[in-house]
């Protein structure tokens, strides 16, 4: 198990790989079959995860971007992502993760990140509190 690093394999011609990186299932399969409908000049991989790390014994094809999605209704979510996050080289958070939050139409205010939710939750409260 090891770090995720940007630069660790070469490019393939003409394909994108994306790492979906959530806990549930359903919603990075729907995710990545709505991903892989779209029409577009490169040849698109999609992976899912759990979470990170990734076992070391799988070959697997250099990662273009991670996406990290995130229910605003599950501290455990929250939580597996923070968790993943340690696991990402630094470098990759030059344009190649995003952050993709979900259910955040009914965020109750009990799950409006504490600081026992750590650096993260206070990231997604701080976005939440001052949108744009």
Same mark, same amino acid.
């Given at each position: 198990?090891? %770090?995720?690093?940007?630069?660790?394999?070469?490019?393939?011609?003409?394909?994108?790989?994306?790492?979906?990186?959530?806990?549930?299932?359903?919603?990075?399969?729907?995710?990545?079959?709505?991903?892989?409908?779209?029409?577009?000049? +490169?040849?698109?991989?999609?992976?899912?995860?759990?979470?990170?790390?990734?076992?070391? +014994?799988?070959?697997?094809?250099?990662?273009?971007?991670? %996406?990290?999605?995130?229910?605003?209704?599950?501290?455990?979510?929250?939580?597996?992502?923070?968790?993943?996050?340690?696991?990402?080289?630094?470098?990759?958070?030059?344009?190649?993760?995003?952050?993709?939050?979900?259910?955040?139409?009914? %965020?109750?205010?009990?799950?409006?990140?504490?600081?026992?939710?750590?650096?993260?939750?206070?990231?997604?409260?701080?976005?939440?509190?001052?949108?744009?």
């Amino acid at each position: 198990m090891s %770090v995720l690093r940007p630069l660790d394999k070469l490019p393939g011609l003409n394909t994108a790989t994306i790492l979906l990186v959530g806990t549930e299932d359903a919603l990075l399969q729907q995710l990545a079959d709505s991903m892989l409908k779209e029409d577009c000049a +490169s040849e698109l991989k999609v992976h899912l995860a759990k979470s990170l790390p990734l076992p070391s +014994s799988v070959n697997r094809p250099r990662i273009d971007l991670i %996406v990290f999605v995130v229910n605003l209704h599950s501290k455990y979510s929250l939580q597996n992502t923070e968790e993943s996050l340690r696991h990402v080289d630094a470098s990759f958070f030059l344009g190649k993760v995003c952050f993709l939050a979900t259910g955040g139409k009914y %965020v109750p205010r009990l799950l409006l990140p504490t600081p026992s939710q750590g650096k993260a939750g206070a990231a997604v409260g701080f976005l939440l509190r001052h949108p744009g």
